[in-house]
Structures are given as structure tokens and as C-alpha cells.
């Protein structure tokens, strides 16, 4: 029964883990995309032509798509 309890404390531990592998990988990339709006926000249309975007296309760029 010993045994058991240890690996089950394991599992969870790697889950646990995991988790908090995963939030941090989405407030990363949330954070990409912020600071992508941001300075894309601050462009010029001009300059934003010249780069071959709009500002419509701000979002999806931000995000990746």
C-alpha cells in the first residue's frame, strides 16, 4: 500500500507541475500578444501600410494567427 501512495504523490506532483508549466506558458504568450498590440498601436497608418498591415489586422497579428 506504501508503494502506492508514493507513486499516486508523484503523478500529482508532475501534474501539479504541468499546471503551473501551462499558466505560465499563457501569461507569456499573453503577454507577447499585449506588448505586439501595443507597439503595432502605436504605428502610424502610414507605417502600418508600409508593413503591409492595417489597423484591422492588429488582433490577429498580435495573437499569431
Known sequence: M???EMSH???AAGG???FFARVTAMVTAWNDARI???ELSA???RELTDIGLT???IERV???L
Request: charged share 35%.
Open 16 to 18: 501539479l507541475g504541468q
Open 43 to 45: 504605428l502610424t497608418d
Open 62 to 64: 498580435a495573437r499569431g
Open 2 to 4: 506504501s508503494a502506492v
Open 9 to 11: 504523490s508523484r503523478v
Open 55 to 57: 489597423r484591422g489586422d
Open 36 to 38: 505586439t498590440r501595443r
